[in-house]
């Protein structure tokens, strides 16, 4: 009992009603009646079990009664956030999952608006915790990231002057140097036709002939 006195109000406000809300879990959410005629009306349901929803909505139930009892136990867990950031997420997702299930179901029954309440009941005790850290100055100092890109963006942007113009000198144009042209070769001169054959080419095609003397 001291324990569960060493607590804050907002934590004992949110352990009572999770301990609460578990428990209306069982019973019927939903439930439809029909007559049998001599046999009479009967009736037939589901408990919040019965769908998605309610297995979310009782996840975090337990997730929220497992997080209050370590702390009577006072064990310490390593979290990268504060008690008043888990019990604000925790409560606010629990009262909007019990809210949008009772709106989504049909033939809803006494027992699941009983869990909507329950489930105010817990959110309330989380804006306790959260007022008992310092309020929400508290929740938002933790969100160092997006502080820190909104003043970011905040800021007007800097413009770089652009780089100076650096004037270069057109380097001269190298000159090939100057090359002698090669002679051309000298060709033998074509015979014009009907010019005789020189002595050589008669003895060259002749070798056999005598010679006159």
Known sequence: MDRFNALGRGMQIMLVGAVLLFIDLFFRWQEIEFDL???????????????????VLGLLTIALIAWIVLQLAAVDIPLPVSGAMVAAVLGGLILLVAIIKNLAD?????????GVVLAAVIAFGAWQVIEAAGGMNTLRSEMPNRTSSSAMDASPPMTSAPPPVVETEAAPHEHAPMTDPEPEA????????GEPETAADDEHDHPHEPRNT
């Open 106 to 114: 049909d033939y809803s029954t006494i027992w699941s608006y009983v």
């Open 186 to 193: 000298l060709s033998e001169p074509d015979l014009a036709p």
């Open 37 to 55: 005629g001599p046999l009479g009306e009967q009736s037939t349901g589901v408990s919040a079990w019965n769908n998605f929803l309610g297995i």
